[in-house]
């Protein structure tokens, strides 16, 4: 015998069935061995017998006879293996016995603690053994790295159809903001910042139930917002950083002006023509949460036309506007902070033209049309 002869039982490897109603446990022994010489095995041990009733011990190594008894005077479970013919082979790590237990109750969870007494003889000479505990079980993972972010999607998954050897049968999750699913994978999406305690409750073919609780962390996110001013004269345009966060602070801001970037907080800009244009924000926290706004900014002379050339009726609307115009045009249907939300409508001169609104949510709009040097728009409201 060597130093590293070692009996394991391993529950880790341990696997659980149901048949004709009685429940089990197969418990695989292997051997820890360099020694390919072993022509004999011997254990002993006693077991929670509230727990467990002995049933079976198989071979998993070709020449291996397997002699188990369970003495109900001792209530000690005994084996001994030997090679028929020759000695059988053992590398590192090697099943060579499966022991089966039947279960008191379906949902009966086998621990080392419940052996004890326990011996074991290699080549007849006393060598030590192992018992391996169930894996724990594997908590929930989140798809994306840190920081989890508010506002955004959060997508959580259970990576497995098994929990300690049982087919999982259903999944049901409470992401502790309110939002609940059934599915193994799902998303969520949190409001603010905070500390959840997220629940997934796992539930076996057998009527198993596992609780899994881990508290996630959101982070707060930033609202990216700014304002901007044409200064004719100069064609410069200024912007004013008005992005906000609830806590932390924002260390990072990145402007797109369409080509060119910036990343001070406030800074100005020439474009290279008059026009309307393209500018996002993006702001990022110092924990790295991001939000970017899109806004369409004014870099062009801008002419209201009174009713008598360009009237919206009826204002306020709901569902549908009626336009009349004293010229010819392609509009465009903006927000207030400039970006475009509908476009490409005909507008015939000395016609009347109906364009649906349904689709708006309520709130001040402009009808556009864009020209060489100006932007022509008129106000109507939606009201739902």
């Known amino acids: 015998m060597t130093l590293t002869d070692t009996v394991v039982f391993d529950l880790s ?13 197969d418990i695989p022994v292997l051997i820890y061995s360099n020694n390919t010489g072993i022509n004999a095995l011997d254990f002993w041990f006693n077991f929670n017998l509230n727990k467990m009733t002995y049933v079976s011990t198989v071979p998993l190594e070709v020449g291996l006879d397997p002699f188990t008894n369970f003495n109900v005077n001792s209530q000690v479970l005994s084996n001994t293996t030997s090679g028929t013919s020759a000695s059988f082979s053992t590398p590192l790590y090697t099943e060579i016995l499966m022991l089966r237990f039947s279960l008191a109750t379906a949902c009966t969870e086998i621990l080392p603690s419940d052996f004890t007494t326990v011996f074991a003889l290699v080549n007849g000479i006393l060598s030590s053994y192992l018992f391996v505990p169930p894996h724990p079980i594997p908590s929930f993972v989140i798809q994306q790295p840190q920081p989890y972010c508010s506002g955004s999607d959060i997508v959580f998954n259970y990576p497995l159809t098994t929990v300690n050897g049982r087919i999982i049968q259903s999944y049901a999750w409470d992401f502790g903001n309110g939002q609940v699913s059934n599915l193994q994978s799902d998303t969520a999406v949190y409001a603010s910042e905070g500390n959840y305690p997220v629940t997934l409750t796992l539930t076996t073919t057998d009527g198993c139930v596992y609780p899994i609780q881990n508290a996630v962390p959101i982070y707060p996110t930033p609202v990216a917002a700014f304002s901007s001013n044409w200064d004719e004269p100069t064609n410069v345009v200024s912007f004013t950083n008005e992005s906000t966060i609830t806590s932390g602070s924002i260390n990072l801001y990145t402007w797109d002006f369409g080509g060119s970037t910036s990343n001070l907080q406030n800074p100005n800009y020439t474009f290279p023509i008059p026009g309307y ?13 991001t939000s970017s706004i899109t806004q369409l900014v004014t870099a062009i002379d801008i002419v209201e036309l009174d009713n008598r050339s360009f009237h919206i009726y009826p204002n306020p609307s709901s569902d549908q506007i009626f336009v009349t115009s004293s010229f010819h045009t392609i509009a465009r249907i903006t927000d207030v902070t400039g970006r475009v939300v509908s476009e490409n409508y005909i507008i015939q001169g000395n016609q009347t033209t109906d364009i649906n609104v349904s689709s708006l949510a309520g709130g001040y709009y402009f009808l556009e049309s864009v020209g060489d040097e100006t932007v022509v728009r008129e106000r109507f409201l939606i009201e739902n």
């Open 13 to 25: 490897l341990a696997t659980y069935s149901n048949s004709g109603g009685i429940y089990y446990i």
């Open 277 to 289: 244009y393209d500018v996002t924000l993006t702001a990022t926290s110092d924990l790295g949460c």
